[in-house]
């Protein structure tokens, strides 16, 4: 059975980080792409980040440019979104994806964690 499990989730100030991990078991996924959304309560589910097999190609939504950053251990099956210069519109739940093909459109995602709360405070 795969699971995508996400942790690092919590409360922080506005200005701070935080980091998520996700962790993947029942196989591994080497030649996926890795990905995070998030979803604000009364909000669709959003696109954040997405990173190629290979960890050299990355993508962002515009909203976090700049401020987060994705990256991927093949070797554990794990994938990192440093998250810097929150923002209270930054507070939602965060999901860990998976998928074989572009990850910024949700019909492209394969598996979903079962996501962790980030919430930042004013």
């Known amino acids: 059975q795969v699971q995508l499990v996400e942790s690092g989730g919590g409360l922080v100030q506005a200005g701070g980080s935080l980091r998520l991990s996700c962790a993947a078991s029942g196989r591994t996924f080497s030649t996926y792409r890795w990905g995070w959304y998030r979803q604000a309560p009364g909000k669709e589910r959003e696109f954040l980040a997405a990173?190629?097999?290979?960890?050299?190609?990355?993508y962002y939504t515009d909203s976090v440019k700049g401020r987060f950053t994705i990256s991927r251990d093949n070797a554990k099956n794990t994938v990192l979104l440093q998250m810097d210069s929150l923002t209270p519109e930054d507070t939602a739940s965060y999901y860990c994806?998976?998928?074989?093909?572009?990850?910024?459109?949700?019909?492209?995602?394969?598996?979903w964690g079962q996501g962790t709360q980030v919430t930042v405070s004013s």
């Open positions: 990173v190629t097999w290979s960890g050299r190609g990355t």
């Open positions: 994806v998976v998928g074989r093909t572009g990850l910024d459109d949700i019909a492209g995602v394969d598996y």
